[in-house]
């Protein structure tokens, strides 16, 4: 026996003791004889072991060729299933052009008349769908787009009612663009609240309600427009609202439902108030101030209206009366019969000069708040333009209507500087000739009295 195969059998020996002890549970050998009956009963044990392991793939070949064969039959039978499945879709192409054929022969003309019916149907929608005359009698384009859809198909044609009622359905909307007709409709309120208002529809141009508000109407709904235009044209709207015949006067926006950009800018234009708050503090200032003027020149007119009167009443009376600047300048005269003219005549200037301040008070202020006015409303300009041009610096000139709006607002106090100076003006010069009227006559009566103290200074 060689040497290699001493170390084979040792290797073998050693692979089937460690088999055998794993398969008898490592129990341990006390003899060499015990040892190999535990190695031959491990033997036993794996060839029984083996024997069921290659019946049972054995088994599993058989399972698996069976399963194969049932999935080629089922292959072939998909295969012929599909063979016929195209040959009867071939055979439904070929029917399906013939009877195209057919219906495109049968049909004729009437290929022409239901696409101009189409095309009608079409722009009739379009035009019911922000048609105002949609709001009292909704779901009319419902119905011509569902007939649009079914002539579109290949398959239904359109029955005679639903010809007749596309042609119903333009005349009505030919009829309700010039008609002033009421309905009662579910209007939302600016805060969102809807509730049912009775509604005046102008036509195909303006929805109102019964209170004067004008209505918009979007998506098949109704909204009070939350905010009204000034003017009489609220008020318009009411009395047409609630006029039973007879001509009305009416704002009507004729651009109407495809924009109606000549009411939004009826309502857009600022109110003279919110102009007012356009000059800021200036503006305000300006006004305080113009204010102060008009009460003043009214307090001074009525004052000298009142002197005026005593005056008039004082030169149809012999005796002097200390109550008007006329008597008190008299009662100098009176009090002095005998005095030389010269010192008279001073005495007299005197009274004339102590009475003219009291006339002409106020007068002054007047004329400085006319001058001072414009002035301020070019410092409310200037600020508001130094403004609008910080604003064009961080957000540029992209948007025409945002400058706009700062140079007019920035203007408004220009105007209200004018506003104040050209009343102050007229009023200053109103207040001003009744001034010296009164002064006037003040000079004439002292002069007159001078000269008839000369006379009889020289007669005597």
């Known amino acids: ?3 290699k195969f001493v170390k084979a059998a040792a290797l073998a020996l050693t692979g089937v003791l460690s088999f055998s002890a794993s398969s008898v549970m490592a129990q341990e050998a006390k003899s060499l004889d015990e040892l190999l009956n535990y190695v031959k009963q491990g033997q036993v044990t794996e060839a029984k072991e083996n024997r069921a392991r290659e019946a ?6 058989a399972n698996q060729a069976a399963a194969l064969k049932r999935a080629e039959a089922e292959r072939a039978r998909q295969e012929q299933l599909s063979a016929e499945l195209e040959a009867k879709f071939e055979e439904n192409q070929l029917l399906i052009a013939a009877k195209q054929e057919q219906l495109q022969e049968r049909l004729g003309t009437l290929t022409e008349l239901f696409g101009h019916l189409t095309s009608a149907a079409g722009d009739l929608s379009s035009n019911l769908e922000v048609s105002l005359a949609s709001a009292q009698y909704p779901g009319r384009e419902v ?30 909307e030919i009829r309700e663009t010039g008609v002033v007709t009421k309905f009662d409709a579910e209007v939302a309120s600016p805060a969102g609240e809807r509730a049912p208002r009775e509604v005046l529809r102008v ?28 003017g009489p044209y609220t008020g318009w709207a009411s009395d047409l609202a609630n006029a039973t015949g007879g001509l009305n006067s009416f704002g009507i926006d004729p651009t109407g439902p495809t924009g109606g950009s000549f009411l939004a800018a009826i309502i857009d234009t600022p109110t003279l108030e919110e102009r007012w708050h356009q000059g800021g503090y200036v503006g305000y200032a300006i006004t305080a101030v113009g204010i102060f003027a008009f009460l003043l020149a009214i307090w001074r007119m009525i004052v000298l209206t009142a002197v005026g009167a005593k005056v008039n009443s004082q030169l149809k009376s012999d005796k002097a009366n200390d109550n008007n600047p006329l008597g008190r300048v008299l009662k100098i005269h009176e009090d002095n019969p005998t005095m030389d003219t010269e010192t008279l005549e001073l005495k007299l200037s005197e009274g004339v000069l102590k009475e003219t301040p009291k006339l002409e008070s106020g007068l002054t202020l007047l004329k400085i708040i006319a001058a001072v006015a414009p002035l301020m409303g070019l410092l409310g300009t200037v600020t508001g333009m130094i403004i609008t041009f910080q604003a064009i610096t961080i957000f540029g000139a992209g948007d025409p209507k945002a400058m706009a709006g700062g140079i007019s607002g920035a203007l408004i106090t220009t105007v209200l500087g004018l506003l104040v100076a050209i009343p102050t003006v007229l009023l200053h010069t109103v207040v001003n000739g009744r001034a010296q009227r009164i002064i006037h006559i003040l000079d004439e009566q002292t002069t007159g009295m001078i000269a008839e103290h000369t006379e009889a200074n020289l007669r005597s």
């Not at 049972?56 to 070949?61: A, R």
């Not at 002539?151 to 119903?168: A, C, G, N, T, Y």
Request: proline fraction near 4%; charge should be negative.
């Open 56 to 61: 049972k793939f054995s088994k599993d070949k």
């Open 143 to 172: 119905f011509l787009k569902d007939l649009i859809d079914k002539m579109s198909s290949s398959d239904q044609l359109p029955s005679i009612e639903e010809i007749e009622r596309v042609w119903f359905e333009l005349m009505r």
């Open 203 to 230: 036509g195909a141009f303006n929805l109102v309600d019964t209170d004067g508000n004008y209505l918009s109407y979007d998506s098949g709904s109704l909204s009070e427009l939350p905010r009204q235009p000034s």
């Open 1 to 3: 026996m060689s040497v």
